[in-house]
């Protein structure tokens, strides 16, 4: 199985510092693409970034940012300034080969932001 | 755009009954997936639908789960038989397309308990 790691069960950070969530990840397929969500305590998944193997440049959307190394098959994702409604589940997820929406996701990252 | 909407959020039934749960797209995407998520794991990929195709289905998904989407639009999960490793969160999202860049909206999902 092309799996997802996500190494830190847990993270905390302070209020208004940046915070690195680790993934890395198996493929064996030459065009993927690699999603980070968001699940807070409600449940729902919120879609946050997107990157693909093949852009040239790491994705940024706001405040989130994706640190893409691909010779490491790493896609860390970078939140800054932290808010405390950032706190809840981080899921790293991949996509790749014919069918793109298939995501096999990793098992999440909790991020405490403090006050 | 109402989202993603699935019915009903909880359910709890007894092992053996069958139990059928929904899912209304976004309206404009043609694309919908069934995930699975058991408590401190990530989702699991299931089926998904291109309009009213099923066109790929998970080896998790037993002889005794069958998805429809009859017309495109909406879509049904139905589970017979219950068991009790079946309780998970069940969790539907739509995409535009299959584009490698079109991200999966996730409803607020399904919380089936079997007793």
């Known amino acids: 199985a092309q799996k997802i790691t996500q190494t830190q069960p847990g993270m905390f950070v302070q209020e208004k510092e940046a915070v690195t969530l680790d993934c890395t990840y198996d493929?064996?397929?030459?065009?993927?693409?690699l999603f980070w969500y968001k699940q807070p305590s409600s449940g729902e998944m919120i879609f946050l970034i997107y990157q693909g193997s093949y852009d040239q440049q790491n994705a940024t959307e706001g405040r989130y940012s994706l640190n893409f190394q691909k010779a490491r098959k790493s896609a860390n994702l970078v939140i800054s300034a932290s808010q405390l409604g950032d706190s809840a589940m981080y899921f790293c997820a991949r996509a790749g080969g014919t069918s793109y929406g298939k995501l096999t996701f990793g098992q999440g990252t909790i991020l405490t932001v403090h006050p | 755009d109402t989202g993603v909407s699935q019915d009903p959020r909880h359910k709890i039934t007894k092992r053996g009954q069958n139990v059928t749960f929904r899912c209304d797209p976004i309206?404009?995407?043609?694309?919908l997936y069934w995930y699975r998520q058991t408590l401190g794991q990530g989702p699991e990929f299931l089926t998904y639908?291109?309009?009213?195709?099923?066109?790929?289905k998970s080896r998790l998904l037993s002889d005794r789960f069958s998805a429809e989407r009859p017309k495109g639009s909406f879509s049904t999960l139905e589970i017979q038989r219950t068991e009790q490793g079946d309780s998970a969160m069940y969790l539907c999202?739509?995409?535009?397309?299959?584009?490698?860049?079109?991200?999966?909206?996730f409803g607020n999902g399904t919380r089936l308990t079997v007793t």
């Open positions: 493929t064996s397929d030459p065009s993927y693409g």
């Open positions: 999202a739509s995409s535009l397309d299959g584009a490698r860049n079109s991200p999966l909206h």
């Open positions: 639908f291109q309009n009213e195709a099923q066109l790929e």
């Open positions: 309206s404009e995407h043609n694309r």
